[in-house]
């Protein structure tokens, strides 16, 4: 039995060398593991905060540049109501002097006051074809 507990034993201490070494080795694993991931949290961390910043450059050159296109919006959009006021004013005038030229009275040829008739132009049969005589407008109060 000499020779078979001589073996028993080397096989013991060497199992015992080998769990202790996987132990170790175990604890180094675990160890840079845990190394990794802090270095893991830490990069995404740090490349979180990056997006953050440029995230928020982005935003405010975004406000920067939409506030100007609004400002330069309210300026067009100001000189084209501009523009109609001054268009319809003219337009206001235009008709006010057509229409008091109409309202006074017009003494010439066609007219009731100076007792010749409308020219119009006659077509076959004596009809009017296309022009009719201008009735005098009437007065505004």
């Given at each position: ?36 991931t802090?270095?893991?949290?830490n ?22 540049s ?76």
């Amino acid at each position: 039995m000499g020779v078979a507990t001589g073996v028993l034993t080397r096989d013991m201490t060497r199992l015992c060398g080998e769990i202790g070494s996987m132990r170790r080795i175990r604890a180094d694993l675990r160890y840079e593991l845990a190394r990794a991931t802090k270095e893991r949290r830490n990069g995404v961390s740090r490349m979180q905060k990056a997006f953050f910043d440029a995230r928020l450059g982005m935003a405010r050159r975004t406000k920067a540049s939409r506030q100007a296109f609004i400002s330069g919006l309210k300026n067009a959009v100001g000189a084209i109501r501009q523009e109609l006021r001054t268009d319809l004013g003219g337009a206001r005038q235009a008709w006010s002097a057509l229409s008091a030229r109409r309202s006074a009275p017009v003494h010439g040829p066609g007219t009731p006051e100076s007792g010749a008739q409308p020219t119009t132009s006659h077509g076959p049969a004596g009809r009017t074809e296309g022009v009719k005589a201008e009735r005098p407008a009437k007065a505004r109060k």
